[in-house]
């Protein structure tokens, strides 16, 4: 059952973030004090045009890069105080990644893929197993288990991504123009992934995009402009992708 947002427990926020590259003269301001909170299982869109701040506000909110000045709160973790190692220890652990180029190896099938981060992490192979079959189950694809990449289609593919994303069972996923190299069919299934999945499982879900038809899928929209949130509110007409595929093998 969906968790409603009136409920929904404060898992990300951000206070004050500036974001600064280079000196003096030459100084580039990415971000100018963006401050906002995303309750847990929430699903956020973050809209904003070439140069706006969006990527590097994701930069920051996977702690690939650190703010200038400001603070991240994770839960009750302050991400602006831990080590680059500590930071990295997070990334695949609580915050996981989707991205517009899928980045399957061709020579691992469906289940070996969603393993292989696990087993970075040093999981024991069993529960490695496990919990990867199982989230490939969710996003509906457990069939392709044993299928290449080259055997799926674009939108399976970006499903088996999926999974390989939240089988560590992931606080955040961060999805960075996600249906951007997909077909429409194939990109309303990856969005119904999305949806079923902070809906049904509680995954806070946060999709940078530039398709206005994309932020639409989602419960809030952020818009950022010059480095500063310009914009932040519901969605009044959400959009529903044609149906939820966990469960299901679409």
């Known amino acids: 059952m969906a968790v409603e947002k009136a409920e929904r427990a404060r898992l990300i926020q951000l206070k004050d973030i500036v974001r600064r590259y280079g000196e003096g003269e030459g100084t580039v301001h990415a971000l100018r004090g963006v401050s906002l909170t995303i309750g847990s299982g929430e699903m956020v869109a973050l809209m904003g045009p070439s140069g706006s701040g969006k990527s590097t506000l994701m930069n920051i909110l996977g702690l690939f890069d650190r703010p200038s000045s400001g603070c991240y709160r994770l839960g009750d973790q302050d991400m602006t105080r831990l080590s680059a190692r500590q930071q990295s220890a997070l990334r695949g652990h609580r915050i996981a990644f989707v991205f517009q180029g899928i980045h399957l190896l061709p020579r691992l099938n469906g289940l070996a893929n969603v393993e292989l981060p696990m087993s970075y992490a040093r999981v024991p192979a069993s529960k ?3 919990s990867a079959l199982r989230a490939l189950d969710h996003l ?3 069939s392709l288990k044993d299928r ?3 055997q799926m289609s674009g939108g399976q593919a970006q499903r088996v991504a999926i999974a ?6 992931p606080d955040v996923l961060l999805a960075d123009e996600p249906t951007g ?4 069919k194939s ?5 119904s992934a999305f949806q079923a999945l902070h809906q049904q499982i509680g995954v806070t879900v946060i999709i940078v995009t530039h398709d206005q038809v994309v932020a639409q899928h ?4 952020i818009s950022l402009e010059d480095g500063q949130v310009i914009d932040d509110k519901p969605v009044s007409n959400r959009l529903v992708a044609p149906r939820s595929i966990i469960g299901g093998q679409a």
Do not use: C, T
Not at 164 to 169: D, E, Q
């Open 148 to 150: 290449y990449p080259s």
């Open 187 to 191: 990109g309303e299934m990856v969005l």
């Open 164 to 169: 390989r994303a939240i089988a560590p069972g």
């Open 128 to 130: 490695r197993q496990e």
């Open 181 to 184: 190299a997909l077909d429409r």
């Open 218 to 221: 989602a419960e809030r929209i």
């Open 140 to 142: 509906g694809v457990g």
